[in-house]
């Protein structure tokens, strides 16, 4: 499986963006897929994630209300639409999938496949 993330860039405080997660070599509708963004010096950290039935099952904190995740099944392709960006929201965004077909992840360790990032930054 091989994920391709696109969609970030240059962006001013309140703008939006959206990001893409193309899913290659396996079918996305049988896979948990999540996005992760890491910003220099920090930790990956785990914003949302959909479960591999559907269903978007987590948002962190800092980006409820601001960012949606959705999924396509049919163009095999993972969305994150961001609203309200911060400065705060500048990072490399990673999307993710679960280690298998029919397999979940609550975790950073437990992600079997990732995109290769795409940063965002997001100008005061």
């Known amino acids: 499986v091989q994920l391709q993330a696109s969609g970030g860039g240059l962006v001013q405080t309140g703008g939006s963006l959206r990001l893409s997660c193309a899913v290659f070599?396996?079918?996305?509708?049988?896979?948990?897929m999540g996005w992760f963004r890491q910003a220099p010096g920090k930790e990956r950290e785990f914003l949302a994630k959909?479960?591999?039935?559907?269903?978007?099952?987590y948002y962190t904190d800092s980006v409820k209300g601001r960012f949606t995740m959705s999924r396509d099944n049919a163009k095999n392709t993972v969305y994150l639409q961001m609203n309200s960006l911060k400065p705060e929201d500048t990072a490399v965004y990673y999307c993710a999938a679960g280690s298998g077909p029919y397999r979940d992840f609550g975790a950073v360790t437990e992600v079997g496949y990732w995109g290769q990032g795409t940063q965002v930054t997001v100008s005061s």
């Open positions: 959909i479960n591999w039935r559907g269903g978007v099952t």
């Open positions: 070599g396996g079918t996305l509708s049988i896979y948990g």
